[in-house]
């Protein structure tokens, strides 16, 4: 019974616990109630602190333009925290004051204060089965530009539609893809991702510069002189190749890769209707060259209007496959036999029964005594060869 009593005991003690806190909540007991906050007044706090953390930034900037420019800086303004209600009623007219006038030709460029603007991004890489000379072509083209990007190898059987999907993971807008085919021969494609054009090369006349092993030589990551021949504003397919070539191979300004040096010039030159790549080291200021490397020639075989696909925007009319170009050759060599067997029939042909006019009357004074003369002779002859053996 004691320990019923001790726990019906302990029952009511937590019962008046509770209703002693009940009555603290209430106020019952004296205390104060606790006050919940209000979310009313901290809304209108969040603007106000809004606004001057923006006003506080468009002076900053204010100030870092005049200072770059050498102007003097202005009186700095009164603060309006004191008086919150006249800082929102000028919040218009500040607005107004900080909105930029409309740029024209005329204005000087902005100032961007040293800073990666120009963020274009290359893909190069090849497919499977290339050869050991275009894999060394890759890696150059990759040390020969800063902003390029590597993938691994795309399968041949792979649809090529799905570079597209690749640069855009990596974040690329340019790609260079390099595709093999029988082993032997290489094609660049020079995209625009994902919104194209887009150029398909024949790729001939591969040298590296590991094979060169030429006198020139630049800092690895500086920025080209990229140069173009005048034949390339003469017809609109080479204008579109030339502004095509000029932002993939360009480094950018400021990239975080590249280094703030112009050492050497990338040349592109039209000679019967292909381009020629050339990279010169610039070795004086007088603007004496030295070849550093690698050469190729680009062969334009067709043009399209989107990224790896499209319409055909222009088509070599003077490209030849190196499928054709090999038959040809082997038609040359299968008709060896034939032009052999065609210079025996026309040498018979050529071929006279008398190699010389002979005068009938000649036989005349022939008597056969001559005849016999002749024939002592001959054996005489016979003998004088064998005592010659002899000796």
């Excluded at 937590?14 to 106020?27: H, L, R, W």
């Excluded at 040390?143 to 539609?161: C, F, G, T, V």
């Excluded at 020079?190 to 590296?208: A, Q």
Aim: proline letters at 7%.
């Amino acid at each position: 019974m004691a320990a019923m009593g001790k726990k019906r005991g302990a029952v009511k003690q937590t019962g008046d616990q509770g209703v002693k806190k009940a009555k603290t909540e209430n106020g019952e007991d004296g205390s104060s109630p606790k006050v919940q906050p209000t979310t009313q007044g901290t809304g209108m706090e969040d603007k106000r602190k809004k606004r001057r953390n923006e006003r506080r930034k468009v002076q900053k900037k204010l100030k870092k333009q005049m200072q770059r420019e050498g102007a003097p800086l202005p009186k700095p303004a009164e603060t309006l925290e004191e008086n919150p209600e006249e800082s929102e009623d000028n919040d218009s007219e500040t607005e107004e004051q900080e909105a930029p006038a409309p740029v024209t030709r005329e204005d000087p460029p902005p100032l961007h204060g040293g800073k990666w603007t120009n963020k274009q991004r290359c893909l190069v890489f090849c497919s499977r089965g290339v050869s050991y000379r275009a894999r060394h072509l890759m890696n150059d083209l990759k040390m020969l530009m800063p902003h390029a990007k590597a993938e691994s190898k795309m399968h041949k059987k792979e649809n090529i539609q799905l570079i597209n999907e690749m640069c855009e993971m990596k974040n690329c807008n340019k790609c260079v893809y390099l595709e093999a085919r029988k082993k032997m021969d290489l094609y660049m494609w020079v995209s625009n991702v994902p919104h194209g054009p887009c150029v398909k090369f024949l790729v001939e006349n591969v040298h590296t510069m590991g094979e060169l092993k030429l006198t020139g030589n630049c800092l690895k990551g500086a920025r080209p002189i990229v140069t173009f021949d005048k034949s390339f504003d003469e017809h609109p397919h080479w204008s579109l190749v030339k502004e095509l070539f000029t932002q993939t191979f360009s480094t950018p300004y400021h990239h975080p890769r590249s280094q703030p040096f112009v050492d050497h010039v990338y040349t592109f030159s039209v000679v019967d209707d292909r381009i020629w790549f050339r990279n010169y080291q610039i070795v004086d200021e007088k603007g004496s060259l030295a070849e550093v490397g690698p050469r190729f020639v680009l062969n334009p075989i067709r043009m399209f209007g989107g990224s790896f696909g499209g319409p055909t925007l222009y088509q070599n009319p003077h490209y030849k496959s190196p499928n054709e170009i090999r038959r040809a050759m082997r038609r040359l060599k299968g008709d060896k036999y034939t032009n052999r067997v065609l210079a025996k029939k026309a040498l018979q042909e050529r071929k006279t029964d008398e190699t010389y006019p002979i005068d009938p009357t000649d036989e005349v004074f022939a008597t056969p005594r001559d005849e016999a003369d002749s024939e002592d002779e001959k054996p005489s002859q016979k003998k004088n060869k064998r005592r010659r053996k002899k000796n």
